[in-house]
């Protein structure tokens, strides 16, 4: 089966705090693997994706299929990265993504 | 550039009656996704097109959701004889090839409220 779980509805930290939101799956084979964030107001946007290996807006996520985790981290938080997160997953035919239920980050000064 | 377009933004609906979702994806957009989002949960798929061809439709609930994008661009979610349970959020994404690594561009969304 195909799955993303997020196991925290919410996290929250102090600005400059690190952060690490926690993703796993459930694939059979190579994943794809994706960040999508949700900003108050806004509507939903890729923040990253792990073919990409890049870091945005100081986010990294590594893929551990060991761990079939994909965790996104940022060393300090900032209260600008106060948003929905959700991890998600291409599904084997390349149609779409599966998305977990998401966590709401919220950082404070 | 004008990103995906979504109307109407809200659409309450009594139970029983159909209702029409339209979607205006980024032009030139070859992929696009309708996904339905209920409360406190992620986007769940309903169906993919390929330009004018539906690829996937595996994720709609029942026969009463329909979907068509005939001419490649504009797509519309029909849903007849709305149930409570279809009470959500559907959201529209496009995406510039046909591969689902490529970004996702979503839309505002439309939130459905079936009395």
């Known amino acids: 089966a195909q799955r993303v779980t997020q196991p925290e509805k919410l996290l929250s930290v102090f600005k400059g705090a690190p952060v690490e939101l926690k993703c796993n799956y459930s694939?059979?084979?190579?994943?794809?693997l994706f960040w999508y964030v949700q900003y108050s107001r806004q509507r939903l946007q890729l923040l990253l994706r792990?073919?990409s290996r890049e870091s945005i807006k100081g986010f990294t996520a590594d893929l551990n299929k060991g761990e079939t985790s994909f965790h996104l981290k940022k060393p300090f938080a900032q209260e600008e990265d106060s948003a929905m997160y959700y991890c998600?997953?291409?599904?084997?035919?390349?149609?779409?993504?599966?998305f977990g239920k998401g966590t709401t980050l919220s950082v404070s000064s | 550039g004008a990103g995906v377009s979504q109307s109407p933004r809200y659409k309450v609906a009594k139970r029983g009656q159909d209702v029409a979702l339209r979607c205006d994806p980024i032009?030139?957009?070859?992929?696009l996704f309708w996904y339905q989002q209920a409360l406190g949960q992620g986007p769940e798929f309903l169906t993919y097109?390929?330009?004018?061809?539906?690829?996937?439709k595996s994720g709609l609930p029942s026969d009463r959701f329909f979907a068509e994008r005939p001419e490649g661009s504009v797509s519309t979610l029909k849903i007849q004889r709305t149930q409570q349970e279809d009470s959500a959020v559907y959201l529209c994404?496009?995406?510039?090839?046909?591969?689902?690594?490529?970004?996702?561009?979503f839309g505002p969304g439309t939130r459905l409220t079936v009395t």
């Open positions: 694939y059979s084979g190579s994943p794809e």
């Open positions: 792990h073919i």
């Open positions: 998600a997953l291409a599904n084997q035919a390349g149609t779409a993504l599966i």
């Open positions: 994404a496009s995406s510039r090839d046909r591969d689902v690594i490529y970004e996702q561009y």
């Open positions: 032009s030139g957009h070859v992929s």
């Open positions: 097109f390929q330009n004018e061809a539906q690829l996937d």
